[in-house]
């Protein structure tokens, strides 16, 4: 341990309490000289108590300094750690950052040759498109130009279109009034053939008494001759009635089809409406009136009955015959005028009048529904034929007996 600074002579000073008390015994100068003493002890005193004090106050300065420099000596160390830490880091950075940098330049160049590519593609792109636009506007001219001829051929197409359906529809309901008066006046005639068939029956009765086989032959051939003749012109008048409405429901779907599709491929044009079967079938009529006139004036050569019942037979025959010819010749008139004529078209398809083909064609279906109703009817007749006037008395093998009897 440190030891404590000397006084000012070299030594320690000590208090000797003799030699002051023995100073106060002596003369004036001996007390002045023992106070000079005295103060000088003092003085060495509180100069030793000074560097005393000086001195230990210099050790806790330099201890605490000593511990302020361990204490720095050791944060050195971790300091020096901590920068070397810093430093590797820095160093990864570094080469971290140089890494990035490199990546940075390809991508640069990648971005670069890109965009040059991007900026060829769109180029040749927009020049392909300019003459893709070029082109569409050339087409789009040519469409306008096209679609103003359309409308302008589609205007005739239409008038001539309204004008053709106004002849039809006069054409089908003047049709369908004189097949309307044709099958009333059949009716009638019909009627009046069994009138006189039954006039006829009668004579034939009285005349061929004694010949009953041969009368019964005669009127069950009579009976089924008027069969095949009602069944024939039932059928005819059915076929005729069939092909109207296939004409006119060919007509009706096409105007539809037009209106529906907007544009024409194929436009009948021609006056009126018939196929080429059902222009054979006036041919086939006419052949089949022919061969039953035939048929008749056979049964007429072999039965000689009375001439003049005969010649009103023939006569009626004919009448009847002829005018179902003629029914036929009218009706292939009307739709003979009809030979359907093709022109490929291609316009587009407004709004056509087509109400008054549908009213035709219910027309037609009440007629085709009454055609059989008069098929229906053929079975009655037959029974008018077979029953004619049951209140007549009539001859049988057996003498003279009522009509319903017989």
Same mark, same amino acid.
């Given at each position: 341990?440190?030891?404590?600074?000397?006084?000012?002579?070299?030594?320690?000073?000590?208090?000797?309490?003799?030699?002051?008390?023995?100073?106060?015994?002596?003369?004036?100068?001996?007390?002045? *000289?023992?106070?000079?003493?005295?103060? #000088?002890?003092?003085?060495?005193? !509180?100069?030793?108590?000074?560097?005393?004090?000086?001195?230990?106050?210099?050790?806790?300065?330099?201890?605490?300094?000593?511990?302020?420099?361990?204490?720095?000596?050791?944060?050195?160390?971790?300091?020096?750690?901590?920068?070397?830490?810093?430093?590797?880091?820095?160093?990864?950075?570094?080469?971290?950052?140089?890494?990035?940098?490199?990546?940075?330049? *390809?991508?640069?160049?990648?971005?670069?040759? &890109?965009?040059?590519?991007?900026?060829?593609?769109?180029?040749? #792109? /927009?020049?392909? !498109?300019?003459?893709?636009?070029?082109?569409?506007?050339?087409?789009? /001219?040519?469409?306008?130009?096209?679609?103003?001829?359309?409308?302008?051929?589609?205007?005739?197409?239409?008038?001539?279109?309204?004008? #053709?359906?106004?002849?039809?529809?006069?054409?089908?309901?003047? @049709?369908?009034?004189?097949?309307?008066?044709?099958?009333?006046?059949? +009716?009638?005639?019909? &009627?009046?053939?069994?009138?006189?068939?039954?006039?006829?029956?009668?004579?034939?009765?009285? &005349?061929?008494?004694?010949?009953?086989?041969?009368?019964?032959?005669?009127?069950?051939?009579?009976?089924?001759?008027?069969?095949?003749?009602?069944?024939? +012109?039932? #059928?005819?008048?059915?076929?005729?009635?069939?092909?109207?409405?296939?004409?006119?429901?060919?007509?009706?779907?096409?105007?539809?089809?037009?209106?529906?599709?907007?544009?024409?491929?194929?436009?009948?044009?021609?006056?009126? @409406?018939?196929?080429?079967?059902?222009?054979?079938?006036?041919?086939?009529?006419?052949?089949?009136?022919?061969?039953?006139?035939?048929? %008749?004036?056979?049964?007429?050569? $072999?039965?000689?009955?009375?001439?003049? %019942?005969?010649?009103?037979?023939?006569? $009626?025959?004919?009448?009847?015959?002829?005018?179902?010819?003629? %029914? $036929?010749?009218?009706?292939?008139?009307?739709?003979?005028?009809?030979?359907?004529?093709?022109?490929?078209?291609?316009?587009?398809?407004?709004?056509?009048?087509?109400?008054?083909?549908?009213?035709?064609?219910?027309?037609?279906?009440?007629?085709?529904?009454?055609?059989?109703?008069?098929?229906?009817?053929?079975? +009655?007749? &037959?029974?008018?034929?077979?029953?004619?006037?049951?209140?007549?008395?009539?001859?049988?093998?057996?003498?003279?007996?009522?009509?319903?009897?017989?």
């Amino acid at each position: 341990m440190a030891q404590p600074p000397l006084g000012p002579s070299g030594r320690r000073a000590r208090y000797d309490p003799h030699e002051s008390s023995g100073a106060t015994v002596g003369s004036p100068q001996d007390s002045s *000289l023992s106070f000079r003493w005295q103060l #000088r002890e003092q003085e060495e005193r !509180l100069t030793t108590h000074l560097d005393q004090a000086l001195w230990r106050l210099e050790q806790r300065l330099v201890e605490d300094l000593e511990a302020k420099l361990g204490a720095a000596e050791c944060s050195q160390t971790k300091v020096e750690r901590r920068l070397a830490e810093l430093a590797g880091v820095s160093k990864a950075l570094s080469e971290e950052m140089q890494r990035q940098i490199r990546r940075v330049d *390809l991508v640069e160049r990648k971005t670069a040759e &890109r965009c040059h590519e991007t900026d060829a593609k769109l180029s040749s #792109r /927009c020049a392909d !498109l300019e003459r893709t636009a070029q082109k569409s506007a050339k087409a789009q /001219c040519q469409l306008q130009e096209a679609s103003r001829q359309h409308v302008k051929h589609l205007a005739v197409l239409e008038d001539d279109l309204i004008r #053709r359906a106004a002849h039809t529809e006069k054409e089908l309901t003047t @049709f369908a009034s004189d097949l309307r008066d044709e099958m009333g006046q059949l +009716s009638s005639a019909q &009627r009046q053939h069994v009138q006189q068939l039954t006039v006829l029956e009668d004579d034939l009765i009285r &005349r061929t008494s004694h010949n009953e086989k041969e009368l019964t032959t005669l009127a069950s051939d009579l009976r089924d001759e008027m069969g095949r003749l009602a069944q024939r +012109s039932y #059928r005819d008048l059915e076929q005729e009635l069939q092909s109207l409405k296939t004409d006119v429901e060919g007509l009706g779907a096409q105007m539809l089809d037009l209106k529906r599709a907007g544009s024409i491929q194929e436009v009948p044009k021609a006056d009126g @409406f018939k196929t080429p079967e059902q222009t054979g079938a006036g041919n086939n009529n006419t052949s089949i009136n022919n061969n039953y006139n035939n048929n %008749n004036s056979n049964n007429n050569t $072999n039965y000689n009955i009375d001439n003049n %019942n005969n010649n009103n037979y023939n006569n $009626n025959n004919k009448n009847t015959y002829n005018y179902n010819n003629s %029914n $036929n010749s009218t009706g292939g008139s009307i739709v003979a005028d009809g030979v359907v004529k093709e022109e490929k078209l291609r316009v587009h398809m407004g709004d056509l009048p087509h109400e008054g083909l549908f009213s035709l064609l219910h027309e037609v279906d009440l007629a085709l529904g009454l055609v059989q109703d008069l098929r229906v009817e053929r079975g +009655s007749f &037959r029974g008018c034929v077979r029953h004619m006037q049951p209140d007549v008395p009539r001859f049988s093998s057996q003498g003279w007996c009522s009509g319903s009897a017989w």
